[in-house]
């Protein structure tokens, strides 16, 4: 018997006419204690450490989303950051590449784009719905809500480019439609594995996954649920997703830190799921972070000094994925992994970020036009064909 689900909701739809950014010193003036005005009141950059955008609230209609207010940074993670996510996090991503030739040629690519990405200005953009996770969530706005959105963010932000991440067709089909039209533009990002609840019966028969699932059921490690999180596994939290991120991965992940963990138990932010040993170390956890459609995985971490053979990667994956049946959700497993995701029946789809820059200087925005084509042209067709 899986364990129901209390999923954080980092949004809710609502019916209003109006649409407001609170920035700085007004947000302290808001009776609003929701997540969203909570995430923004903090100082985000004490407890993601290369984390350097500043972080605004917006009300559209009745739903709050955080922005983030981007700066040019060096070493920021690229989650604030379009540069170090198109370019730097792209590179560290080469070691993935099988073929020599591709991957020569994929380097040269990017420092030559390295300079125009520069250029473009891009680490100033206004982040839409700024929850500082590798996989945002957006509610399905109609045409209206976008304009209205957009409208209301370059009046406010007149010199940046705006800017949502992670957009993709099966969930997020409509809202790419209606930002097409109100004049952003779609730039290729990711090949990411999605689980589409229709499917069910054809992922949960999958050999791997009931070989997972038995796993689960016999493993003598102890499963925490999110309320047997303390803040006292604050510290461990931070380490195990250092050894995985940050020490096997890339530099240019999000570097969370006890504090933010402290933080994401106390205020819900993500439930947490995870494993003890015997005696009662946590050596393993996952994060799922989801709305009323989706559910993602942003962030996990695992002791990799302990042998393969246990299965923690293993464990933590088949507990998110009995949750998703469970709830009847899209399951957005992220980047990376592709064969461990393929075997278990995730569906490769590409992910794109949406930018807008209609309001900017011409030359600016002639330049994005210029990139998103070409990128349009040339992305998607590399990252299907070498499955990264």
Known sequence: MVDALSIPVPFDDGISRHARVFSGERLDTLAYQGKAAVWARLNQNAFIENWHSEAALLKLEQAWLPLGV??????????????????DYARDELDQLQDEKTKRWAERALSVAEPWFSLLGLDRALS????????????????DKVSLLTDTLVTTFDDRPLWMRTLNEVSDGKLMSNLIENGWQLWPSRQVYLFDPKNASNWANRRNNQIDQKLLRTTPLQLVLPHEFSLDDAPAMAQLYAMLYLDKHSRWNAHYNAAYFVQA????WLDFYGFRDESGRLIAFIGVFADKRTMTTPMLGYDTNLPQNMGLYRLLMGKVMALALERNLYLNLGAGSASFKKMRGGQPILEWHAFYGRHLPTWQFSAMRLTGWLMGKTVPSFLVKQGV
């Open 265 to 268: 138990i106390q205020q819900q």
């Open 128 to 143: 839409v719905n700024a929850w500082a996770v590798s996989t945002h969530l957006y509610p399905q706005w109609s045409l």
């Open 70 to 87: 981007g700066h040019r940074v060096e070493n920021q993670t690229y989650l604030s950051s379009p540069q170090h996510g198109y370019i």
